[in-house]
């Protein structure tokens, strides 16, 4: 029996040995290699730019090099899901959007769970979306527009640049309330170049790829989906200043790691990130993109992702939205 017993505890200390060899020894200086930050969609949107800008301030403060690796698919869940399984050593970083929130109710199964596997540390930033119209639409506010779509049923419709993304369920919430047809495109310019062709009148649309198409007038900026105006586009209403509520939606870029990775870690990461933020050149560019620095605490940020995975389910739900 003890011989047993003790093979029995070698067959587990051996099982357990790979994973464990991955982590820091206590005390070990982090980092002491280069680090993989993920981004689980192509190069150039707005999340590889933020990636990117953090990889480089992090890589000058930490003296080792953070490099970003772009594994677009499944709408974010291949990389997701392999980061997930990912050793929780500090090594291999995810950067999120707000697909992490939204797929979990729009696909039937996820190789990952976004609460039980990961581990929050912030909410970057966070970029409001936005009602665009085409300039020959004859309405200038949110609420001449709700008036102009009731008073044409079925002849309005919107583009959307990805199905499950924040601004369609943003324009599948409006839709419910005033009526329109959702008009799906593979990607925000190409729902945008729709509008500006008056092919689909109404754009839902986040704010980086429409700011300039309605700073040059090829868009009408209807209102802007947020609780205050933005930097960006300050002469562009809210919707609650039009008296529509709840129609509030961001799209957000966040970074989490693999769940069980070192709180000293984590905690590293998140005053980094902030520090970085805070620097005025970095604010400015994250503004440019049409990005508000946030910067929050992995707490405040594991409750938002909370929040936002309630709330938008429940959207996806009602709306019979299903990506498999």
């Given at each position: ?137 004859p ?17 309005y ?41 008056g ?6 649309t ?11 007038g ?60 805070a ?14 620095p ?11 992702l ?19």
């Amino acid at each position: 029996m003890e011989a047993a017993a003790r093979a029995l505890a070698i067959g587990a200390a051996l099982l357990l040995a790979p994973r464990a060899a991955t982590l820091p020894a206590p005390g070990a200086a982090y980092p002491t290699h280069p680090i993989r930050l993920i981004v689980p969609y192509a190069a150039a949107g707005p999340t590889d730019v933020i990636a990117r800008i953090l990889a480089q301030k992090l890589s000058e403060a930490w003296g080792q090099q953070i490099y970003t690796e772009n594994m677009p698919g499944a709408g974010g869940n291949t990389a997701t899901g392999m980061v997930a399984r990912a050793p929780p050593d500090g090594y291999t970083i995810l950067v999120v959007s707000t697909g992490f929130m939204v797929n979990p109710s729009m696909y039937a199964r996820l190789p990952f769970d976004p609460i039980k596997d990961f581990a929050p540390i912030t909410l970057v930033a966070a970029s409001p979306n936005v009602i665009s119209t085409h300039p020959a639409v004859p309405a200038k506010t949110l609420r001449d527009l709700i008036d102009l779509i009731k008073a044409n049923p079925g002849k309005y419709s919107f583009a959307q640049p990805a199905t499950g993304s924040t601004p369609h369920l943003a324009g599948e919430l409006f839709k419910q309330k005033y009526g329109l047809v959702t008009v799906p495109f593979n990607g925000a310019g190409l729902a945008i170049n729709s509008t500006i062709g008056g092919h689909t009148p109404i754009a839902f649309t986040a704010l980086p790829p429409a700011m300039s198409n309605i700073k040059q007038g090829k868009l009408k900026g209807i209102a802007v989906l947020a609780s205050k105006r933005v930097t960006a586009l300050p002469d562009v209403p809210t919707n609650l200043e039009a008296g529509i509520p709840d129609l509030e939606s961001d799209t957000l870029t966040g970074i989490v790691a693999p769940a069980g990775t070192p709180q000293d870690t984590i905690t590293r990461w998140h005053s980094e990130v902030v520090r970085t933020v805070a620097i005025p050149e970095i604010r400015e560019r994250l503004e440019t993109l049409g990005f508000a620095p946030v910067a929050n605490t992995p707490q405040e940020f594991g409750e938002r992702l909370r929040t936002e995975i309630a709330r938008w389910g429940k959207v996806v739900r009602e709306a019979n939205i299903r990506a498999d």
